[in-house]
Nanobody, 124 residues
Framework: QEQLVESGGGSVQDGGSLRLSCVASGDPSRRIRMAWFRQAPGKEREGVASIPIGYGSTNYADSVKGRFTISLNNAKNTVYLQMNSLKPEDTAMYYC?????????????????WGRGTRVTVSS
């Protein structure tokens, strides 16, 4: 079974940047796609960005396009989320997910393995 550990969260001012990291360990046999989700207090978990391990397309939520970039270092089993031009509405707990089994890349139920999250706070 896979395990995911996120890091890189923190508190920044409006317009600031952060880079999140997620290290995967364990059985990689179902690791065909990795994704970042976020959940703000009182809101549902939403997909932010997703990237295939091999061939395929990278996907972004409309709210982060042009500001966030997802990337993958296969040698390090690590997926990154570079977040620029952060806004207060980006404040949330950010989760890494893998072991994708469904069709919709931003459907939380389509991912089997999740990390514990890293908190991002953006102040105005």
């Amino acid at each position: 079974q896979e395990q995911l550990v996120e890091s890189g969260g923190g508190s920044v001012q409006d317009g600031g940047s952060l880079r999140l990291s997620c290290v995967a360990s364990g059985d990689p046999s179902r690791r065909i796609r990795m994704a970042w989700f976020r959940q703000a207090p009182g809101k549902e978990r939403e997909g932010v960005a997703s990237i295939p391990i091999g061939y395929g397309s990278t996907n972004y939520a409309d709210s982060v396009k042009g500001r966030f970039t997802i990337s993958l270092n296969n040698a390090k089993n690590t997926v990154y989320l570079q977040m620029n031009s952060l806004k207060p509405e980006d404040t949330a707990m950010y989760y890494c997910a893998t072991d994708f089994t469904g069709v919709g890349v931003f459907v939380p139920d389509n991912y089997v393995t999740w990390g514990r999250g890293t908190r991002v706070t953006v102040s105005s």
